[in-house]
């Protein structure tokens, strides 16, 4: 499963400019991966609930956090589950994205 910070959740923490996508974009990406199995939308700021309800084995975040500063990582570790970063890739960040459309102009438009 896969928890997704729902519109208002992202422009609460990321600023009025923001998502770029919709939730319902990013979660149909997300449900097309075949890993997935599902996708809940989250309206409040973290997923701590959902990952108090469902305790997973295995909780996954970018390697931009630090383990401490993982929410819901006391409830994975003291069930006995595992806390997994992955290594983010250079420059496809959403923000990389949105500063790079900033500055190169695009295309002229056609008629």
């Given at each position: ?45 973290t997923p701590r609930e959902l990952i108090s309800l469902l ?57």
């Open positions: 499963m896969v928890a997704l910070n729902g519109d208002a959740s992202v422009r609460r923490l990321k600023g009025e400019a923001r998502p770029i996508n919709t939730e319902i974009d990013r979660a149909e990406i997300l449900a097309a991966l075949g890993m997935v199995d599902a996708v809940h939308v989250f309206g409040e700021d305790v997973p084995d295995v909780l996954v975040k970018g390697a931009d956090y630090r383990l401490e500063d993982i929410v819901g990582t006391d409830i994975v570790l003291a069930a006995g589950g595992s806390v997994e970063r992955f290594d983010l890739i250079p420059d496809k960040s959403s923000t990389h994205i949105i500063r790079k459309a900033a500055v190169e102009p695009g295309p002229p438009h056609e008629p």
